[in-house]
């Protein structure tokens, strides 16, 4: 981090290592072979990373946002007349049921309570109970709240029901440990910018090659093609149109960091230290979380609003900000939540700075932290 760099605890983008930054300093065309090795390069650790059986899997990298990533995938794997049931308990899940919509997919929704993780039974008989569905989609991470939702066990679901199974696990990989193949995954999207710890600028989708090879002429859109996107990329390497050059050079740094933290396992424990050391500093000032804690994730926290009047949340952020510290607003249906990030290039005491700042922001605010 560069010492005028923000601290940021949100769920993207977030912060990056001095090394990943420093990677993308560097003009490459599209088309020259060190640029095509390292898509190869990214494309094969990624799969390596998603799946116990890689060699079943392809990874497609598409251009933009995440939730490019996730509308590539829904338009590209659900078929003509097909129609996909969609499992929400939180905001990411309610896009994928409202992206489905405008591209003309005939949706189920399944919500449930957004303090809930996803109710496999009556996924399942959501399931059973309509021959129609083709495809399920889901959300790991559901970073409304930080809850994980039981991909394993929704996995098994679609599988014993014949259904092909979407997950977005944007916010949740490389920081979570998922097994595509055990949990019967026909594709996953997550993006640049989240647990690798790259910069913005692409997401990318793992995918069953049996599964992908399936969807030729399915997409309802050209450049969200992720069939033709991975034709092209197999067959010369190289992106339909501009690539985002300088976000993979950095995001290849990235995994090289990854690896040396000991992969998604070392990660992981560094989020949860993070996590901890937020939770235990935050109840001892008071606050509440939204979640029950056997609920509640290592990627993002939610937190209630303090009870008390004094407590304003765009002054709350306002103060935080310009001590460098960038919290998250809430996005809950019914409660009113902001919520702090520990995932990216965050470490523990990087924690503990923010909890003592939170502490003195109150106290200059002149607010009790506790919820009602
Ligand atoms: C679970 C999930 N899905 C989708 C998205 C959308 O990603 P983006 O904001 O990059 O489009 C996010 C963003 O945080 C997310 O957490």
Redesign the pocket.
């Known amino acids: 981090m560069a010492a005028n760099d923000a601290l940021l605890f949100t769920?993207?983008p977030l912060t990056t290592s001095a090394s990943v930054k420093a990677a993308l300093v560097r003009d490459l065309g599209s088309r020259d072979s060190r640029f095509i090795e390292v898509v190869a390069d990214v494309r094969r650790r990624l799969a390596v990373l998603a799946a116990s059986r890689p060699e079943e899997y392809t990874t497609v990298i598409v251009q933009g946002?995440?939730?490019?990533g996730?509308e590539a995938m829904i338009g590209t794997f659900v078929p003509r007349g097909g129609r996909l049931l969609v499992a929400v308990n939180g905001a990411?899940g309610r896009?994928i049921a409202h992206i489905a919509k405008v591209l003309g997919i005939d949706v189920v929704q399944v919500e449930g309570p957004e303090d809930r993780p996803t109710d496999v039974v009556a996924i399942e008989a959501a399931l059973d109970a309509d021959p129609e569905i083709t495809n399920l989609a889901v959300?790991?991470?559901?970073?409304t709240t930080g809850i994980l939702n039981p991909i394993a066990r929704l996995g098994e679901v679609a599988h014993r029901a014949g259904r092909s199974f979407l997950v977005?696990a944007?916010?949740s990989f490389g920081g979570v440990p998922l097994d595509a193949s055990a949990s019967h995954v026909d594709a996953l999207v997550s993006?640049s910018?989240?647990c690798i710890e790259g910069v913005?600028g692409f997401?990318f989708c793992i995918a069953r090659k049996a599964a992908l090879g399936e969807c030729r002429g399915r997409a309802r859109s050209v450049a969200l093609d992720l069939h033709a996107q991975w034709e092209e990329l197999e067959r010369s390497g190289q992106f339909r149109f501009t690539p985002p050059v300088q976000v993979l050079l950095a995001f290849r740094q990235a995994l090289d960091e990854l690896d040396g933290e000991g992969g998604i396992e070392g990660r992981m424990a560094r989020y949860r230290s993070n996590h901890s050391v937020l939770v235990d500093g935050m109840r001892g000032l008071g606050f509440r979380e939204y979640l029950d804690p056997v609920h509640q994730g290592w990627i993002i926290t939610t937190f209630r609003y303090p009870s008390d009047p004094a407590f304003r949340f765009e002054e709350f952020y306002s103060r935080l900000a310009r001590e460098g510290l960038v919290i998250y607003p809430g996005k809950l249906t019914h409660a009113d939540c902001f919520r702090i990030g520990n995932i990216g290039r965050l470490f523990p005491d990087d924690l503990r700075r923010l909890v003592s700042a939170i502490r003195d922001t109150a106290s200059d605010m002149g607010f009790q932290p506790g919820a009602a």
Request: hydrophobic fraction near 25%; glycine fraction near 10%.
């Open positions: 769920p993207g946002a995440g939730t490019m996730v990411y896009r959300v790991h991470c559901e970073t977005d944007m916010s993006s910018n989240k913005p997401s």
